[in-house]
T-cell receptor, first 115, second 108 residues
Framework: ETGVTQSPTHLIKTRGQQVTLRCSSQSGHNTVSWYQQALGQGPQFIFQYYREEENGRGNFPPRFSGLQFPNYSSELNVNALELDDSALYLC??????????????FGPGTRLTVL | DAKTTQPPSMDCAEGRAANLPCNHSTISGNEYVYWYRQIHSQGPQYIIHGLKNNETNEMASLIITEDRKSSTLILPHATLRDTAVYYCIGRGARQLTFGSGTQLTVLP
């Protein structure tokens, strides 16, 4: 059984550019959640995808968007990058939909630096 | 999700039990208590979760008070590799709402 993987590991972009981050779910999981973790803070929920549809969103602007594919892998896209978007981006997968008992398992994260 | 309160930092001697407290006095009846930990710049690692009863797995034990207003995560024999930020989460929704957590430092 493979765990959650994310790519790339590190990324450097300049302000105004666009970025795409990728996540492969743990085997057997159909739900993917994305989180942003700024330096020194806890992760903040961006959104969740279940069976290719957005299934909940945190307090992030529309320039943060995502996709989930039929194999349940996922992408996080961020347009018009701002300096404050510099953070560790975490993907977590789980099985089922919205039940509280659906444990989320995290990938190693992608470190995005915006210059 | 219920608001949780944790001490910002704790130390523990290697080989001793580490007891990490969490206050979640506003937790509702259907919200689970989840614990994750995060070693520097890595993704959070799931440890354990519970609703009412005490739980134990290969990593830790979770003790939840009868009124469910607080809980304690116990690492029975802490090692240097257990040094991490530990997050207690009262989960009632699809997302995990992380607070500031407790920085546990295991000392040799």
């Amino acid at each position: 059984e493979t765990g959650v993987t994310q790519s790339p590991t590190h990324l450097i972009k300049t302000r105004g550019q666009q970025v795409t981050l990728r996540c492969s779910s743990q085997s057997g999981h159909n739900t993917v959640s994305w989180y942003q973790q700024a330096l020194g803070q806890g992760p903040q929920f961006i959104f969740q995808y279940y069976r290719e549809e957005e299934n909940g969103r945190g307090n992030f602007p529309p320039r943060f968007s995502g996709l989930q594919f039929p194999n349940y892998s996922s992408e996080l896209n961020v347009n018009a990058l701002e300096l404050d978007d510099s953070a560790l981006y975490l993907c977590a997968s789980s099985s089922g939909q919205v039940r509280s008992t659906d444990t989320q398992y995290f990938g190693p994260g992608t470190r995005l630096t915006v210059l | 999700d219920a608001k949780t309160t944790q001490p910002p930092s704790m130390d523990c001697a290697e080989g001793r039990a580490a007891n990490l407290p969490c206050n979640h006095s506003t937790i509702s009846g259907n919200e689970y208590v989840y614990w994750y930990r995060q070693i520097h710049s890595q993704g959070p690692q799931y440890i354990i979760h519970g609703l009412k009863n005490n739980e134990t797995n290969e990593m830790a034990s979770l003790i939840i008070t009868e009124d469910r207003k607080s809980s304690t995560l116990i690492l029975p024999h802490a090692t240097l590799r257990d040094t991490a930020v530990y997050y207690c989460i009262g989960r009632g929704a699809r997302q995990l709402t992380f607070g500031s957590g407790t920085q546990l430092t295991v000392l040799p």
